[in-house]
């Protein structure tokens, strides 16, 4: 069974920063891309970063060039979310999704996510 | 990336049918067949329906379906039944390597 547990969220102050884990299992790791997605209390999904099999990083949105980095670990089955002086409004639950892969483009597998509040 | 444009909210009586729209550009949706659509109930994580416009993963019922035309894509759900009561998202990928998301649609069974 496909599972994608993340971990790491938490309270943060503005300008702090966090690094959010995904444990993968289930699949094999290191021959799917991954993805952050991340969803703001009460709105809409927002579209992060993504990261090849061999850790390429694609471009991600504008919105979160700079502040944010995206790794794996594929020793570790491990997928990451650095995040760097964070404001108010990155306060969010941030999803690790899995791509389809095998010619299928979308994303198949959501952890359940975790909550990160950026807060004085 | 400006986000896809999806109505806010639809409704329909159960045994009927809806469509949810989602519009973009020539950037996305009108340049790539990358269309991918997610349903999520309250507190619950986003489930994939649709990708690449019009096909279904394995375990999706039949009464989902998707289809594009230009620069709009549609999540069309026949048969409406309660537990279809929920939020839907489209996605696309778009000629910046990257992703985009509809605002959401918020379906109603009556």
């Known amino acids: 069974e496909v599972q994608l547990v993340e971990s790491g969220g938490g309270l943060v102050q503005p300008g702090g920063s966090l690094r959010l884990s995904c444990s993968a299992s289930g699949f094999s790791f290191g021959n799917y891309v991954m993805h952050w997605v991340r969803q703001a209390p009460g709105k809409g999904l927002e579209y992060m970063l993504a990261?090849?099999?061999?850790?390429?990083?694609?471009p991600g949105a504008d919105s979160m060039k700079g502040r944010f980095a995206i790794s794996r670990d594929n020793s570790k089955n491990t997928l990451y979310l650095q995040m760097n002086n964070l404001r108010t409004d990155d306060t969010a639950l941030y999803f690790c999704v899995r791509g389809c892969g095998g010619g299928c483009h979308g994303w198949d597998f959501w952890g359940q996510g975790t909550l990160v509040t950026v807060s004085s | 990336q400006s986000a896809l444009t999806q109505p806010a909210s639809v409704s329909g009586s159960p045994g009927q049918s809806i469509t949810i729209s989602c519009t973009g550009t020539?950037?996305?949706?009108?340049?790539?067949?990358?269309v991918s659509w997610y349903q999520q109930h309250p507190g619950k994580a986003p489930k994939f329906m649709i990708h690449d416009v019009s096909n279904r993963p394995a375990g999706v019922s039949n009464r989902f379906s998707g289809s594009k035309s230009g620069n709009t894509a549609s999540l069309t759900i026949s048969g409406l039944q309660a537990e279809d009561e929920a939020d839907y998202y489209c996605?696309?990928?778009?000629?910046?390597?990257?992703?985009?998301f509809g605002g959401g649609t918020k379906l109603t069974v009556l």
């Open positions: 990261i090849t099999p061999d850790g390429d990083r694609t």
């Open positions: 020539s950037n996305d949706i009108g340049a790539y067949n990358y």
């Open positions: 996605t696309s990928y778009t000629n910046s390597d990257t992703w985009v």
